[in-house]
């Protein structure tokens, strides 16, 4: 299935893609595509339901985050061993974890916004993790069937607050807006293997980052195993699994983000980002972010 969920900013509703790629409402059956909804038992019962006979939503509705109420996003940093090399680091022994605030979470349409002062603001398009089974201490042979489902995400990255101001990654990881996830949840029956899907991202319409998540160097069971030896994972933890290489940060000169710039990030069988970069002052969400998707 693809789960996502549409409306107003902070009012989402629950919707399902049908087979036609038509957007069908799930208030009804559920209040959000979040916490309990995504435990196998509800994922279950949701493909069990005739999706024809769900009410169609309004066109052009905009196409929020694909999860809500999401407690925690971890992020698993270096885990491309191409991406290591061209930022001059050296490939991680074990997992690099840090964690990105919840409030840069936004939808895969919307606008993404520099914040106040920004000088080098970067992309990093990411396989999005969505867990489903809570737990703690996960074996790695276990770890895939907690995963509620996966998604296109951007680690958006402020270089300058990340890594010349004091302290850890936290500053220029969790600005708002840096968080783009869907534009759907993609259910783990749906991808049989994470490890073999190709990523792209472009901006304006220029090829720069191309991988595949073959390249990890922790895959996605790993990744999952190991986080959950240091904190419990929760039902709609996002867990972002690292980027390939082609970041602004590793060009010579590199090509920050300015306003005007237009991103398109995808990862196959889990949908298209596209967003606009803009000033702090000039940010909108738009009813009709998504104007030019057809559901």
Known sequence: MKLLRWGPHRAERPGVLDATMRLRDLSGVGDDIAGAMLLPERLSYL???????????????????????????????????????????????????????????????????????????????ELGVVIGTPGVYIAERDALGHVAGYCVANDVSERAYQLERLG???????????????????????????????????????????GNTSRMIFGVAQVIAYVSQFMSLQSGDIILTGTPPGVAMGRKPPNYLRAGDRLTATIAGLGEQRQSVVESTTRKILPNANEHETF
């Open 47 to 125: 493909r069990d339901i005739d999706l024809f006979s769900l009410p169609v939503a309004p066109p052009h509705a905009r196409i929020g985050p694909c999860v809500g109420q999401v407690g925690k996003i971890i992020c698993i940093g270096l885990n491309y061993s191409d991406h290591a090399a061209e930022t001059g680091a050296t490939p991680p022994s074990e997992p690099i974890i840090f964690l990105k605030a919840t409030s840069a979470i936004c939808g895969p349409y919307d606008d993404l916004c520099l914040p106040r002062g920004a000088t080098k603001v970067d992309w990093e398009l």
């Open 168 to 210: 850890t990654w936290d500053k220029g990881k969790g600005c708002d807006t840096f968080a783009p996830i869907g534009p759907w949840l993609v259910t783990a029956d749906e991808v049989p293997d994470p490890q073999v899907l190709t990523m792209q991202l472009d901006v304006n319409g220029h090829a720069q980052q191309r």
